[in-house]
């Protein structure tokens, strides 16, 4: 199984700074990875899919970037609504399994 | 645009059958090029897949849950289902529907979540 490792656990920023969230694999995933934010209470959104690409509707503020066994996660200028959880996902290819990161908190 | 609704009993007891339904309008199930999945979140932890269907019908697990999921579809009502045998309080969690775009990594859409709780 292929692990993925969130880093940090917890981010404390504050409005109008930049944040930069980690995603490592314990082996290549390619550019196989997704990206999303999740609100207490609420279902995750997807953010990015294929470790690079904008979902609809998603903000210009989020980035991402990644291959193989590193990748990044950047929100530039945090508005009040970007303070949640973010996971990344991957899935490999045969068989396709799926697993989620444990997750960063962005706090205020 | 798509939308997907979970429902299901939230109780069920230790060693029981856990049963789900995702009720998809707006989009035909049966229409190829989607993969349906079932997710759960365990109370404050993070995101467990569950398994897949896929639009082929072909089902494929998280094999921590030992064989005891099962995915079928039931494209006459648009919906899928989900059933875990020989639950246990491990088991108690939100569970969510999604789809994924066949050859892109990603969920586009989710269900709002169902709590499904273990308990005699």
């Known amino acids: 199984e292929i692990v993925l490792t969130q880093s940090p656990a917890t981010l404390p920023s504050s409005p109008g700074e930049t944040v930069t969230l980690s995603c490592r694999a314990s082996?290549?995933?390619?550019?196989?990875i997704a990206w999303y934010q999740q609100h207490p209470g609420q279902a995750p959104r997807l953010l990015i899919y294929d470790a690079s690409v904008r979902a609809t509707d998603v903000p210009q503020r989020f980035s991402a970037t990644g291959s193989d066994t590193d990748f990044t996660l950047t929100i530039t200028r945090l508005e009040p609504e970007d303070f949640a959880f973010y996971y990344c996902?991957?899935?490999?290819?045969?068989?396709?399994?799926?697993?989620f990161g444990g997750g960063t908190k962005v706090e205020i | 645009q798509v939308q997907l609704q979970e429902s299901g009993p939230g109780l069920v007891k230790p060693s029981e059958t856990l049963s789900l339904t995702c009720a998809v309008s707006g989009g035909s199930i049966g229409r190829g090029g989607y993969y349906w999945s079932w997710i759960r979140q365990r109370p404050g932890k993070g995101l467990e897949w569950v398994g897949y269907i896929f639009d082929t019908g072909n089902t494929y697990f998280n094999p921590s849950l030992k064989n005891r999921a099962s995915i079928s579809f039931d494209t006459s009502e648009s919906r899928f289902s989900l059933n875990l045998e020989s639950v246990t309080a491990a088991d108690t969690a939100v569970y969510f529907c999604a789809r994924q775009r066949a050859l892109i990594i990603g969920f586009d859409f989710w269900g709002q979540g169902a709590l499904v709780t273990v308990s005699s």
């Open positions: 082996e290549s995933v390619a550019t196989f």
């Open positions: 996902q991957q899935r490999s290819n045969w068989p396709p399994q799926l697993t």
